[in-house]
């Protein structure tokens, strides 16, 4: 038994957005934020405070996390690992937590920074962007090496040495390609957590379908290092090319699988009875379809048809089910309109708007605040460009101000 815990830091909202042909409206992103607090989520990647279309949102998120809405969900922003994005990150926003970035692979500094960079270049940057993270209150600071799987290990060890002298309070290991697999990336980590002494946060991508075990194995490699670790994950799996780490498969593995199951590991907050809500919230934002076989809140994840299978899981449903529907959130019925059905658009009038949240039991005190959610509303299904859900006209209704702020953007 060890006192070391396993956090999961959600990249859904940084990671997850910068997926091909895909997008999420800054109302999603937070509403994503919502859920992933009620689901104990340790922290949220949300976003990218040097990119001006954010900082609206940004700002909006952190003053819901100053109002306790979003609490205690740490709320983290990506940069670069140069000083000038901390400078901008700061004068942009009112970030506390960043992870800085920077690629380490020989791969990526001669064929990426075709010569821009050096090693050294490398370390020293990202040393005088740490140093000025801190200087600038930054509470918590992140180091990422992208392409750390492909990274010689005696220069990874060194970067992470010096940015753990500057300051840095985890090492973000990115297998960027999904290049590793379960055994190497298993030896790598450790090798990296016992020499540095330092938290490890795994970022892995599913190139070659391995994000999910090769999360778990660097987190166990962590673990037995004697540091915390902490596992990036999306939504359903969502992420570039072939997508990241899924949030359900990994949550699910860490409390069911063998090697996980009996050594108490996950962050104590954790609450799966949230995942199927947040898993069909973000099929439905994203318009990604979750797969059939998706484990948790696929459609099958819980479906019989042969019949031994079906035989053995009427008489114990542990003959064929690893965990219980139930443990998802699954299983409660879901109201489906069959007759005539209200609801509300960037056309809506008064009347059909009121009896829309006459059924959400939201009451307004006059007609002007009604006006006043109306005229959100309309501009909520414009931004989102989709039909707006219960969970958002509630959000709407009940933070305004805040919403406001989601939906303006200035050029």
Request: a negative charge; aromatic letters at 8%.
């Amino acid at each position: 038994m060890t006192d070391n815990k396993i956090y999961i830091i959600d990249v859904t909202n940084r990671d997850g957005v910068q997926t091909s042909r895909i997008c999420l409206s800054k109302l999603e992103k937070t509403m994503i934020n919502l859920y992933l607090n009620e689901m104990g989520i340790y922290q949220s990647e949300l976003g990218f405070p040097v990119t001006h279309h954010e900082t609206n949102y940004i700002n909006a998120n952190l003053e819901l996390a100053g109002m306790g809405v979003l609490h205690p969900i740490i709320l983290e922003g990506w940069i670069r690992a140069i000083p000038q994005d901390v400078e901008d990150a700061i004068k942009l926003t009112k970030i506390e937590h960043l992870n800085l970035s920077i690629s380490t692979s020989e791969q990526m500094i001669k064929g990426k920074f075709k010569g821009k960079f050096s090693e050294e270049d490398i370390i020293r940057t990202m040393a005088e962007a740490a140093d000025l993270a801190k200087r600038k209150g930054i509470r918590t600071i992140g180091v990422n090496a992208e392409d750390a799987s492909r990274t010689d290990m005696n220069y990874l060890l060194k970067f992470a040495s010096v940015a753990k002298e500057h300051g840095a309070d985890r090492i973000r290991y990115c297998d960027t390609l999904g290049f590793d697999n379960p055994f190497t990336i298993y030896d790598r980590v450790k090798t990296l957590a016992n020499e540095v002494k330092i938290p490890i946060e795994l970022h892995c991508h599913n190139d070659l379908g391995m994000a999910v075990a090769n999360s778990l194995a660097g987190a166990i490699a962590a673990i037995h290092a004697g540091v915390d670790a902490y596992i990036n994950t999306t939504v359903n799996g969502v992420g570039e090319r072939a997508g990241n780490a899924d949030l359900v498969s990994v949550l699910l593995a860490i409390k069911h699988s063998s090697t996980f199951k009996d050594e108490n590991l996950l962050d104590d907050r954790i609450n799966l009875l949230k995942t199927w809500k947040i898993a069909k919230y973000v099929s439905y934002a994203f318009n990604i379809p979750i797969p059939i076989n998706q484990p948790g809140v696929g459609a099958n994840a819980f479906a019989h048809e042969s019949g031994i299978h079906a035989d053995g899981a009427l008489k114990d449903r542990k003959n064929y089910e690893l965990y219980d529907f139930e443990e998802l959130g699954r299983g409660e019925p879901e109201i489906i309109e069959t007759g005539r059905n209200i609801t509300v658009g960037e056309y809506s009038g008064i009347k059909g708007f009121r009896n829309v949240y006459e059924k959400l039991q939201v009451e307004f005190h006059d007609e002007e605040e009604a006006n006043k959610i109306l005229e959100l509303v309309r501009h909520a299904n414009v931004h989102n460009q989709k039909p707006v859900v219960e969970d958002e006209l509630k959000f709407i209704a009940q933070y305004p101000d805040i919403a406001r702020k989601l939906f303006t953007m200035s050029p």
